[in-house]
């Protein structure tokens, strides 16, 4: 078969580069062979043809490919991958369906038909109809196709490109919505939620610790800096144990975070997030800042929206795709990520720049954007 690793001819011993000459079975042991026609004679022994290997994503999830290192980062960035000894396998839950789809296409594997088509539930179908029939453009109404598939998801897209109505749009009916926003956006919410989600109630949070479990078809809103103190443990700002009674109503509660890169440190706000994040049933967070001052700040904004362990394989993982060491001095020191690190991110995060989606976007757009707490200060 061709030979695929430098090495010297077993006849003359010139040196034979990889890729180049042919590699022979003799005696029940591999050996190298120039391009000579001589040493070939002289071995007596005929060359094999190249073999021929597949490159597929079977129905059960199991992927044939041949070796070559540069696919490995690909391939360990699929949803659910994992080695058994032999090949292998990646997730074909729904959710992931979509990145395995991505990546296959990215290696060029042959998928299996019934892998081709991600199942989508009543409520994801009717999410997105509702998006296409409120005026969505298309890379929207793929958001929004994009987090009603997903339970924890990190919606990143550029400031302007309508985060909020990819969010609302892709709540299912009767959602149960806590809704944690900066106090300057709470009327925001309010106003795009009575505009594109008007089945859905919205209940606004004012005081200091004010707390109230959403009901059936309804949004809280409440403001990061009055969640309840109980939510965090006040000595190391760690999250904190949730009261059974309170657990019982989470576990059916839809969690939004706007503006995430405030929830990235070790504060008492992120650990209080981290808290809810943990109990919820779902959870989208959503920004348009990216997170690139430092590595700490994505580990904190994806470990808050119980996202760390999925995208990044843990606090080990994290270390490995950023290169992070113990300092000298005490601390991490970080290098330059891992050509994986972007894609593994892509398990849970979707982001367009401005400049991907410009050609679905009009001219020039025209918005009141309401506001609060501000009065005259906005007066010139």
Known sequence: MQNRFPGRCATCHTHVAEGAGQ???LSGKWVVLCASTACAGRVNAPVLPAQKTTAALHADGRVEIPYDPATL????SMPGARWDGAAWTVSLAAEDRPRVLELAAKLRLEVAPELQEVPLTADQV?????????GGYPFQVEGVRW???RDHALLADDMGLGKTFQVLQSLPLDARVLAVVPASLKLV??????????DLRVTILAGRDAWQMPGPGEIVLVNYDILPRWLASPAKGQAAPVPPEIAAGLRHVHLVCDEAHKVKGRSQRSARVRTLA????????????????????????LDSGDMAGEALGGWKGFLRLF????GLWGGYEFGAPLPEAAERLRRVMLRRRREEVLPDLPRKRYQTIS??????????
């Open 73 to 76: 980062p690909l391939i360990r």
């Open 189 to 198: 919410w309010r106003d795009e939620a009575a505009r594109w989600r008007p």
């Open 323 to 326: 290169c992070g060491r113990k």
């Open 126 to 134: 009717a999410a997105v109809e509702r998006a296409r029939a409120g």
């Open 23 to 25: 590699a022979v079975r």
């Open 147 to 149: 987090l009603a598939l």
């Open 278 to 301: 943990r109990a919820c049933r779902r959870v989208t967070m959503l920004t348009g800042t990216p997170l690139v001052g430092r590595p700490f700040d994505l580990w904190g904004t």
């Open 371 to 380: 506001t609060n707490e501000l009065g005259g200060q906005l007066r010139i």
